[in-house]
């Protein structure tokens, strides 16, 4: 049997690179995908099976153009990824339209866009869909009106095309990372709010690149042949836990 292909966005660093690596290693071949061509060069190695393609997952011609290189270079796609987002944090007084869509843009538009780019090939091997969205999405904070939001849409564009995409066998699931130890997340976090999650998170600490991508496997495997319109929280429990103060720990 031919080796399964899977795409993956924001693949250069962080949640992507680390499930590219992965199922590299369970025999995938992978389409690697970022806009940040030096990185990814970086990150792809020598990998026989992995093969880069630049593209701004934001710009519908990009990724027109990148779909078609991807379907050609592989002959079929099993899985895509769509990993690829920005953090752009701030007050709703301070976020001004530019930032707003500097997030929409890329966090949600760029799911879209790429799914639908992608779905003549999804049909064909029935294959899935996992966006990730964020732990952002499912629960409101500060400094995130931006941010939360495009999330938010992510998990909703999740169960629609769960919804319509059944009946062409292509499932569609969402993963909505808690906080993870990735240099994007460790520029944007102080020690003040490291020590924060760490009191309100159940299991103490901020989960690991691998440890996402694990589950982004699951889904995109033959063993969630059943999972479909799934939003699964990988946060070690923060969004089950609701207002965690640390003195009712005890």
Not at 74 to 88: K, L, P, Q
Not at 125 to 139: F, K
Not at 192 to 199: G, K, S
Request: glycine share 10%.
């Amino acid at each position: 049997m031919e080796n399964k292909v899977a795409l993956i966005t924001g693949a250069a660093r962080g949640i992507g690179l680390a499930t590219s690596q992965l199922l590299l290693s369970r025999d995938w071949r992978v389409a690697m995908i970022d806009r940040d061509g030096d990185a990814l060069d970086a990150a792809i190695g020598t990998d026989k099976g992995a093969k880069a393609f630049y593209c701004d997952v934001s710009d519908p011609d990009d990724v027109s153009e990148m779909a078609v290189a991807v379907t050609e270079a592989f002959g079929r796609i099993d899985a895509v990824v769509n990993n690829a987002g920005v953090a752009d944090f701030g007050p709703i007084g301070e976020t001004d339209f530019a930032r707003w869509r500097r997030v929409m843009k890329t966090n949600l538009d760029g799911v879209f866009l790429v799914s639908q780019a992608t779905l003549p090939a999804l049909k064909e091997s029935r294959g899935a869909l996992v966006n990730i969205a964020s732990i952002s999405g499912l629960r409101a904070s500060t400094l995130r009106v931006a941010y939360g939001t495009s999330k938010a849409g992510v998990i909703q564009l999740t169960r629609q095309q769960a919804a319509e995409l059944g009946e062409f066998g292509i499932r569609a699931n969402c993963i909505c990372p808690g906080p993870v130890r990735t240099k994007l997340a460790m520029a944007v976090h102080s020690q003040d709010i490291i020590d924060a999650y760490h009191d309100a998170i159940p299991l103490n600490r901020y989960g690991t690149e691998t440890e996402i991508a694990e589950c982004i496997a699951f889904l995109c495997s033959d063993q969630a042949s059943y999972v479909t319109g799934q939003v699964l929280a990988a946060d070690g429990g923060f969004e089950a836990t609701g207002v965690g103060l640390p003195a009712l720990r005890r």
